[in-house]
């Protein structure tokens, strides 16, 4: 790993000058081979058909209206970002810019563009496509400005050009200028995390033709609820990416074909079938019948078996976070030396060793390790149960009860069995003097409601990271006030806010530091958890690079001759 600091933003867009400030290696292990990207002795084919295993359909394939793993899997096939990061790692590198240069302020930023490019449709890509796309995210009205609808948008840019809900802020996008081959993005304050957040899926560039003609903007229904009326999402999505839809049948299966008019290196594949299979029991049974030839999410128990009967297995390198939160408005975790008693209470060692895969490895922070702003002396909570009790009997609280809230129905690469670990850590906090009081809903939309209306006490949850900054981590929870963690110490949300808006990186480095160490004294929940999600390959396919951020390309896929 390597944790390249510099001075100011970066210049020009060579690899070596990525914002996000480190390059994660690819790891894999298992199988016939250490890894899909390398050559495993077996001689590769150009062309045929890869079928690949997904949980689900996607939502949409209009990357602007989507936040899901399965949605933004497929956007990255037939769609490009100006900026991408670097195979295997959170680096951010060039793709349909070809260089990029902020002013000294951080406000403006110029991109030149790669020429030559078509977008599927023949139309071509160029300074006014990227101005189109990004006024029409700014401009999104009705349910478009719902967050569960254009959820990135406000991860990065919080509101619109005219905020329908007067609790989104300003925009931090201004406008966009066309000058020759050059598209010109001007911000309405600096933000150290943008660059890194473009290369998010939801940020992918499409033919203003596609959009108008296929009615990508006619969105109806709720937030909950949410309509596509237009077929650009659904039948006609048109990018620039090495593949093109061919057909897409709900719940059989999606295909993509190879898109021959591709400006860089045409895919090795003819075409990739995404298959969905909602159970992840099945989906494995599908690779050890050969139905598939790989998938994602393998789960922990699987592995063994799967490694033995010479399947590869491949890991993800770990950039997630499970966690124990707090509601710090709910009585008695407004009390800090509660928080303290819950933290010792807590074997997380003991939990991760049994529940998780090799490679998991107990979380001290809300962010992973790899990440610049990383504190190696925050404020430590070893499992210490004579010490949790101590700090009850000094709380003033008297058999201290807390409802501790788990999600039924869903497995996450931080949490692929909630109901194994709420029981596990139940019995930690009441063998400590809690009484728990077990609460559950399914996770989407009752649990994730719930924790976001502020409606549970302790719950399980976490995060795995978007894109390669510590403001995607503990600026996500902690830079706004948010009722599911309740109030914390003020200057929390200040130290954030000033660490994201800081240019120079060294100094952010220092910053997010220091607001780790503030977050662990102030304990709004317990980390306990990183881990490395898993994929599995037949034997012989080659070139698959897991990414810490899931941007992965399926054009670099070649199977066996």
């Not at 006490?457 to 403001?471: A, E, I, K, Q």
């Amino acid at each position: 790993m390597h944790n390249l600091r510099r001075q100011s933003f970066p210049r020009r867009g060579a690899l070596a000058l990525g914002l996000a400030g480190l390059l994660v290696g690819t790891a894999a292990c298992g199988g016939n081979s250490e890894d899909t990207g390398r050559d495993t002795g077996s001689a590769a084919q150009t062309g045929g058909t890869l079928v690949f295993g997904t949980s689900s359909d996607p939502v949409s394939m209009d990357g602007a209206y989507v936040s899901d793993g399965e949605s933004l899997r497929v956007v990255r096939q037939l769609f490009e970002t100006l900026v991408t990061t670097v195979p295997g790692g959170t680096e951010i590198e060039p793709l349909l810019a070809t260089e990029y240069e902020p002013s000294n302020d951080g406000k403006t930023w110029t991109f030149t563009l790669r020429k030559g490019v078509k977008f599927h449709d023949g139309t071509a890509f160029d300074a006014k496509a990227v101005c189109f796309n990004f006024d029409r995210w700014y401009n999104f009205k009705g349910v478009q400005q719902s967050a569960s609808v254009s959820y990135y948008w406000q991860t990065v840019f919080s509101g619109y050009a005219n905020n329908e809900d007067p609790s989104l802020g300003q925009s931090l996008y201004q406008n966009c200028e066309v000058k020759g081959d050059q598209a010109v993005i001007n911000l309405t304050s600096s933000s150290a995390s943008f660059l890194s957040g473009l290369a998010l899926a939801s940020f992918s560039i499409a033919s203003p033709t596609a959009l108008q003609k296929f009615e990508a903007d006619k969105v109806t229904g709720t937030g909950k609820e949410p309509r596509f009326e237009g077929t650009f999402g659904t039948k006609n999505p048109v990018g620039t990416g090495p593949f093109k839809l061919e057909t897409f049948e709900p719940n059989n299966r999606l295909v993509l074909a190879r898109f021959e008019d591709y400006w860089g290196d045409k895919a090795k594949l003819d075409k990739v079938i995404l298959k969905p299979i909602a159970d992840g029991p099945a989906r494995r049974q599908a690779l050890e019948s050969g139905d598939i030839q790989g998938y994602d999410l393998v789960a922990p128990g699987d592995l063994t078996a799967l490694r033995g009967a010479g399947f590869q297995i491949l890991e993800r390198p770990a950039f997630n976070v499970g966690y124990v939160g707090f509601n710090t408005a709910k009585a008695p975790l407004d009390n800090p030396k509660i928080r303290q008693a819950v933290a010792h209470a807590l074997n997380r060692e003991a939990l991760v060793r049994a529940k998780y895969p090799p490679g998991a490895e107990v979380a001290k922070q809300f962010m992973p390790p790899s990440l610049f702003g990383y504190a190696k002396d925050v404020q430590a909570y070893p499992y210490d149960v004579a010490k949790a009790k101590a700090l009850i009997a000094e709380s003033g609280v008297t058999n201290p009860t807390v409802e501790f809230w788990y999600p039924t129905g869903v497995s996450r690469p931080y949490m692929p069995d909630p109901a194994a670990n709420f029981q596990a850590f139940s019995a930690d906090l009441t063998a400590a003097g809690f009484t728990v009081v077990p609460k559950s809903a399914p996770w989407n939309p009752d649990y994730l409601n719930t924790v976001d209306t502020g409606g549970t006490g302790l719950r399980l949850l976490g995060w795995t990271g978007d894109f390669g900054d510590p403001d995607n981590f503990i600026g996500t929870f902690f830079r706004t006030k948010q009722p599911a963690w309740g109030p914390l110490e003020e200057s929390i949300y200040a130290d954030l806010e000033a660490a994201r808006s800081e240019p120079d990186e060294d100094k952010r480095t220092d910053l997010y530091e220091a607001v780790n160490k503030k977050i662990m004294a102030f304990l709004p929940g317990v980390p306990y958890v990183h881990t490395k999600p898993a994929l599995a390959f037949a034997k012989g396919v080659q070139g698959y690079v897991p990414s810490p951020v899931s941007i992965e390309d399926f054009s670099k896929v070649s199977l066996p001759s």
